[in-house]
Structures are given as structure tokens and as C-alpha cells.
């Protein structure tokens, strides 16, 4: 039975190289995926192969009027691999990529949301990334993430973060 659509949104981190994985998972759960990437992540990310999968094309930029039809509307959205840079600027309002753009929106409308960092102990101790953090969650933002984790271990499988989406939609 169809879950209906997930958004899959795909930073410049290297577990975007493995994003397929995730895709090929979520469907055959029933989700409906589309993937979405900052402009830096669809160079980390195997674009055809995720196109392929999806039937759609990977979206990184504002879509501007008469360009090819849009997204269908998001049921749920999960931002695994999240970076530092995108972690911060969604929770300062930063809009200035269409994936960042396109979180800050779904979160004002009360889309499930699931961010799932992956991110070096020396980003993570950073200030900013603790607020950020903080004031994503004060906005319904559900967020996977282990500070205790080993090194290397801070993103967690995709079959662990499929599990955390479910939870998270209550799929
Ligand atoms: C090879 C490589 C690996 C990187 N790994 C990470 C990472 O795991 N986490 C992170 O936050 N940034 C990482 N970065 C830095 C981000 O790519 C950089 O901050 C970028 O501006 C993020 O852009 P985005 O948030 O728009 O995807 C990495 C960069 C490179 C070149």
C-alpha cells in the first residue's frame, strides 16, 4: 500500500554517494520518493541512478515559471545526509538554495520532518550546531543524532533511519 510521497533530501556529505540505498529501501516500504539536493550534494550523489529510481529528475535548483512541472506535495521529509552548513541555515531561515528554501517552507506548513546530521566531532561541538539543533526541534523537527557515537558512527544505517521515518510519520 502506497505511503504516499517522501521528500528525500540529500546535503554535500558522503553518505548522499550511498542515497540509492535509502531510495530503494523507502519504496519498497511504499513511499513514493522524490530526492532533492543542495547544489554541492548532487556533485557527491549518483544523480542518474537516483533519477532512474525515482522516475524524476533530482531537483537542486528554484524552479522559475514555465520551467518543467514541480514536486508532487510532500506527505513526509527526511534530510539524511544533513550538514553543518544546511543544519544551520534551515534553523536561521537562510533560504538561499532550493533545498533549504523548500525545508524552511514544509516546516512552516507541519510537514513530518526528520533530520538525520552527519557531521566531525569539531563541527558538532560548535555552538551554533547545539542552537541549531535546538530551535529546529522547537519547530516539531524530529532529529536523529548520537553525540556519544564513535567517530565515523554518527550517521546511522539507512535501514535505522527508514525505521525513524516510520516512527516519525507512524507509518
Ligand atoms: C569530501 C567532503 C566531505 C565533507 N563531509 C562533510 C560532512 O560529513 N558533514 C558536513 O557537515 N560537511 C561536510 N563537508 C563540507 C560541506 O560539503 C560544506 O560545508 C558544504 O558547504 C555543505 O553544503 P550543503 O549544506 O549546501 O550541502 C564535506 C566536504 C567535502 C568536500
Known sequence: MSKGTLYHVVCAA?????????VSLAQGSGWDVRVIATPLGARFADIDRLSELTG????????????????PSADAVVV???????????????ADTFAVSLLCELTGFGVPILAVPMLKDA?????????SIEVLKSMGI?????????????????PQVLDEVHTVTRA
Not at 558522503?14 to 535509502?22: D, L, N, V
Not at 539524511?80 to 537562510?94: L, Q, S, V, Y
Request: proline letters at 14%; hydrophobic letters at 45%; aromatic letters at 10%.
Open 14 to 22: 558522503p553518505a548522499t554517494a550511498s542515497a540509492h540505498e535509502f
Open 142 to 158: 524530529r532529529v536523529q543524532f548520537d553525540p556519544l557515537a564513535p567517530p565515523g558512527a554518527r550517521m546511522p544505517p539507512w
Open 123 to 131: 563541527l558538532a561541538r560548535h555552538v551554533a550546531f547545539a542552537r
Open 80 to 94: 539524511a545526509p544533513a550538514t553543518f552548513n544546511t543544519i544551520n541555515k534551515w534553523a536561521a531561515g537562510i
Open 56 to 71: 524524476d529528475q533530482v531537483r537542486s535548483e528554484f524552479r522559475l515559471p514555465g520551467d518543467e512541472p514541480g514536486l
